[in-house]
């Protein structure tokens, strides 16, 4: 299926972004939303977020969490057990579902919890040392003169 954008000159261009072509692409394509269970995604500071979604009616041992390179898949799936008594009307879901989340680069799940219907799970974007911003001192009109200048007299010494 087409999008309405055509990547085909940034293809050409770019190399390694692959994976954002491809973000850009699965995003633009009409799928049928399914906005169950629903969820909130939170930033709480520069580097953590969290998820918290409604999951009313399931236990820990119908949920389960797994993350990929990039990805993150919740998953839910009642156990079918004994009823007690006909339903007359079912109105609280429980449908299986899974919701699947795209992470940036270095996102890492710290945790999981699961109390009063909400399932809440922590993530947090830990970029490692080598990635990192840092500062780099700019010499002064002194050093260079000075270096260039003892050049000058080691040449001539030789």
């Known amino acids: 299926m087409r ?15 692959d994976r954002i072509f491809d973000m850009l692409e699965n995003a633009a394509r ?3 939303v399914d906005n169950w269970p629903p ?6 500071s520069e580097d953590r977020y969290r998820i918290t ?4 009616g399931f236990r820990r041992e119908d949920l389960d969490i797994s ?22 009307y079912r109105g609280i879901a429980s449908r299986a579902f899974s919701r699947r989340f795209e992470l ?8 999981a919890h699961l109390a009063d219907g909400l399932l809440t799970i922590e993530l947090e974007r830990e970029i490692p040392e080598a990635m990192r911003p840092r500062r780099i001192a700019i010499g002064g009109a ?13 040449a001539q010494a030789a």
Request: overall charge negative.
């Open 30 to 32: 009409a799928q049928a």
């Open 142 to 154: 002194d050093n260079v003169l000075e270096s260039t200048g003892q050049r000058q007299l080691e």
């Open 53 to 56: 979604m409604a999951v009313a």
């Open 39 to 44: 969820y909130d995604t939170v930033k709480l």
């Open 104 to 111: 940036a680069d270095h996102v890492k799940v710290t945790g």
């Open 67 to 88: 993350v990929q390179p990039n990805l993150l898949v919740v998953t839910g799936e009642r156990k079918t057990g004994e009823q007690d008594g006909d339903y007359l």
């Open 3 to 17: 999008t309405m954008f055509d990547l085909a000159p940034l293809h050409r261009s770019s190399i390694g972004f």
